[in-house]
């Protein structure tokens, strides 16, 4: 594994960067754990709809429904199991 001698900073993306964004790839010895960039987009613009931070997006994906309940100011989710 070869090693990095940049350095990372966290900036917004913009318009004037996005496209430099878009090009970056990870190491091919990281592709089963990371998916690539506009697909990580993709899914940030989802959960950032839910709230900065929210895992809902998360959730959703893996199949937990709302129920329109909370609980302690927390949406109260619900994961249909199957028999």
């Known amino acids: ?7 990372v900073t966290l900036r917004s993306i913009t318009s004037g960067n996005r496209q430099a964004v878009e090009d970056l790839r990870v190491l091919p010895e990281q592709g089963d ?11 940030a613009a989802v ?17 937990f429904r709302p129920t329109g309940q909370m609980f302690d100011r927390e949406q109260v989710l619900d994961l ?3 028999r």
């Open 33 to 43: 754990f990371v998916d690539g960039v506009s697909r990580s987009l993709a899914e």
């Open 47 to 63: 959960k950032r709809h839910a709230g900065d931070g929210s895992p809902l997006g998360f959730y959703l994906k893996y199949g």
């Open 80 to 82: 249909p199991l199957m």
């Open 1 to 7: 594994m070869s090693e990095s001698s940049g350095q």
